[in-house]
């Protein structure tokens, strides 16, 4: 049985229950009794489609010939790492299961531009000379690939996160080139769904300064923002609202986790004011609770778990432990760890691209993507991103 296969076989049970509730009365309801309102079923979804490149050596840089170095080095990378080509692995492995709304991390978009030495009080700095031009622009390359494999898909909620446009010098990857980096998260609604529902109420937040990563790029401090958004989402007359994040990854402390518990934090504070259910999708970079054991012997990064335990403390569960009890931390359930090079075997090791869900829901079945050998490129062989995705197939429960 494929993926395919097992994904919706789990879910055909339901399918009668949600049909009764789908036309308003249920048997044996009296006339004038309180009329349920209907369930809705919906597939969901998380992926996070690396950036190309890891841009931490960037921040090492001493001076200005170390900093051309690192820079091309990274660049480099995002050319290497192909994403046209991982693209159309993840608009195969997207459009083979459908899902209704799909959050994604790391969109990135590249551009060039040319740059000069310009004189400066500081002295000689880098600077661009000329317009920027987009040469990998994540986003539209992933749409145009989804309307490649006959399943379109539309942007309904854009997050602009970290962008190297907010430093006060060009970055050269080159004598005569510089590079510009802009990290995106997106929610995305299929197409075709856009019949039979609306999406309303679209907002983007990024996470306050004081929430957020500072790093040092010759002398200049640099913060590196994230942020979420939120789109409200109707169909047969009930709302839920799906939020999309991206946690910080790094910080200071043993579990670089400092960060990441504030912007949990601050997320959750956000959560409380929605009049809708809430469906919450991101890369996290904080490892389940219940997981915090389950290897032997334990594992310290295993203890990494502020920020989902934030997320339950808000009333949410996960999706997977719910659909999965007997082996809710096993490697079927990994979506992060894969090494950056996306060519060697399968790295992952643990849990962080999580979809939870508040208590008006169920959850009827989860599933990872992106983690067979199957679903490596052709012709390089890229693992299709550094990440697995996590989908999940959801019930907003009837009610009378």
């Known amino acids: 049985m494929n993926r395919t296969q097992r994904w919706r076989v789990a879910v055909g049970g339901v399918s009668a229950a949600v049909l009764v509730a789908g036309f308003g009365v249920a048997p044996g309801v009296a006339n004038g009794a309180p009329r349920p309102v209907s369930a809705v079923t919906m597939d969901v979804g998380i992926y996070n489609v690396y950036l190309g490149a890891d841009l931490n050596p960037l921040f090492g840089a001493s001076s200005l010939p170390d900093l051309i170095s690192r820079a091309s080095a990274i660049y480099a990378e995002v050319e290497r790492t192909d994403f046209p080509q991982r693209a159309e692995a993840i608009a195969e492995l997207v459009a083979d299961d459908a899902p209704v709304v799909l959050g994604l991390n790391e969109v990135a978009l590249w551009e060039t531009a040319p740059w000069a030495l310009v004189q400066t009080p500081s002295g000689p700095l880098p600077v661009a000379t000329g317009p920027y031009t987009p040469t990998f622009d994540f986003e539209q390359i992933l749409l145009d690939a989804l309307a490649a494999e006959g399943e379109p898909y539309t942007v309904v909620a854009t997050n602009s996160n970290f962008t190297s446009a907010t430093i006060p010098i060009a970055i050269p990857i080159s004598p005569t080139l510089a590079a510009r980096f802009t990290d995106h998260d997106l929610i995305l609604v299929r197409d075709d769904a856009l019949k039979h529902l609306t999406v309303s109420n679209a907002r983007s937040f990024n996470y306050t300064d004081e929430s957020s990563f500072s790093v040092n ?163 390089d062989g890229f693992w299709p991103s550094d990440h697995a995705g996590s989908l999940a197939k959801i019930r907003l429960d009837a009610r009378t």
């Open 217 to 379: 790029l010759l002398g200049l401090d640099v913060l590196v923002k994230r942020g979420w958004s939120t789109v409200d989402i109707t169909q047969r007359g009930r709302t839920f609202r799906f939020v999309n994040t991206h946690f910080e990854a790094f910080g200071t402390t043993p579990l670089q986790d400092e960060w990441r518990n504030l912007q949990a934090a601050e997320l959750v504070a956000d959560l409380e004011t929605s009049p809708h259910p809430l469906v919450v999708v991101g890369d996290i970079n904080a490892r389940p609770t219940l997981c915090q054991d389950f290897r032997q012997p334990p594992q310290f990064r295993d203890q990494n778990v502020v920020a989902y335990g934030l997320l339950e403390d808000a009333g949410l569960q996960e999706v997977w432990p719910l659909v999965y009890e007997r082996d809710p931390c096993g490697p079927a359930s990994w979506t992060s760890g894969q090494d950056d090079s996306l060519l060697a075997p399968s790295t992952l090791d643990h849990r962080i691209d999580v979809v939870f869900i508040s208590e008006e829901f169920s959850a009827l079945q989860a599933e990872t993507i992106g983690e067979e050998p199957d679903d490596r490129t052709d012709p």
